[in-house]
């Protein structure tokens, strides 16, 4: 029998009717100087450690597939500003940006994506499939959609034991159109569930554009079918995303039933690490590095208002570095697991 897989130390990390449909933007909500920093560190901290794994998969240091989540951080951080304890959080495999924000350790997020002992899921499920309960992250899932009616049955879950949580449900613009995604929503109406959908709209599912792909490409709109409200957001600034999801959150918590995010973001590097992008073109990519960058945007919020200055902000970058290079050591020297864990967290029926 395997020795039971060490898990990594957790270190400390900040986190932390249908009306026409009303767009959140820059501006329509306040935050104080320590929120500001708190929103850019966990934004930046995602930011470094998807740098770092994009450079061990060159490495050869990953295997399997990579999706990395450079460029969408302020649609995660934004939202998990509104969460409480015990609220549901689940993903689809663009999901390491989600862990980091939902507070699990950089160190056991590496490992798995190096398929380590110490990682979250033992090594066995790789970049994307890890989970904590402790931290209610329900994953991580490499089945385009699946994880829609998944989280669906988080929601279920909180109402049928009478807990005022709610479930935030992630899926990008290339799920949108999934049969299973409209069967839960309509369940989710029907029973009034606290699942608010959140819908990654990066633009490309893989390499095919949304245009080319939706017959609508207002995606918010997608439950209007079955009375659910719905808004799109600038997902490309981090308070936008905030104040909308507040709304959608009290929406949900309050017993009103599901409500859909529609979040405008961007990736900047292709669907996956094998993904050369050439279906879109460099002017396009640098444009919204330039002129749109989450991160870029509050930074230079941070400095107009003299919340902060360049030393300070570089010694955040230098702490950032020092705990993601901390993690891609620790990734690197846990051990391989025993090969007798293959038999280990299986359900057998009778």
Not at 60 to 87: P, S, T, W
Not at 280 to 295: G, L
Not at 299 to 309: A, E, N, Q, T, Y
Request: charged share 25%; net charge neutral.
């Amino acid at each position: 029998m395997a020795k039971p897989a060490v898990k990594p130390k957790v270190e400390s990390l900040p986190v932390k009717s249908k009306a026409p449909p009303k767009s959140s933007g820059p501006g329509d909500n306040s935050a104080s100087a320590e929120e500001l920093k708190s929103y850019y560190r966990d934004m930046l901290l995602i930011r470094r450690f998807e740098e770092r794994a994009g450079q061990l998969y060159g490495m050869g240091l990953i295997g399997g597939f990579c999706h990395l989540y450079i460029g969408q951080e302020a649609v995660v951080v934004g939202m998990q500003a509104n969460v409480r304890d015990k609220d549901a959080v689940i993903t689809s495999y663009r999901d390491h940006g989600h862990m980091l924000a939902c507070g699990m350790d950089p160190k056991g997020v590496m490992a798995e994506l190096t398929g380590r002992s110490g990682g979250y899921s033992k090594g066995k499920g790789g970049s994307m499939h890890m989970f904590s309960r402790e931290k209610s992250f329900y994953g991580g899932h490499g089945i385009v959609g699946a994880q829609v009616p998944i989280g669906t049955g988080l929601a279920f879950a909180h109402k049928y034991n009478g807990a005022k949580n709610v479930s935030l449900t992630y899926f990008g613009d290339g799920s949108a159109n999934q049969g299973q995604v409209y069967e839960a929503m309509n369940m989710a109406a029907l029973w009034k569930l606290p699942v608010v959908y959140i819908i990654e709209n990066n633009h490309y599912g893989m390499g095919t554009s949304v245009e080319r792909a939706s017959a609508t490409t207002e995606l918010y709109r997608h439950g209007e079918a079955f009375g659910i409200p719905g808004e799109r957001v600038d997902g490309m600034d981090v308070l936008a995303v905030r104040a909308a999801g507040e709304k959608a959150i009290e929406h949900a918590r309050s017993g009103a039933g599901p409500y859909i995010l529609e979040m405008q973001t961007y990736r900047y590097r292709g669907h996956s690490m094998s993904d050369p992008a050439k279906y879109r073109t460099k002017e396009e990519v640098d444009k919204y590095r330039n002129e749109r960058d989450p991160i870029d945007h509050l930074r230079k919020r941070l400095l107009d208002s003299k919340i902060v200055d360049e030393a300070a902000l570089k010694a955040i970058d230098t702490e950032l570095r020092k705990i993601v290079n901390d993690a891609a050591e620790f990734s690197q020297h846990s051990p391989e697991p025993d090969p007798a864990e293959l038999w280990t967290d299986i359900l057998v029926g009778a």
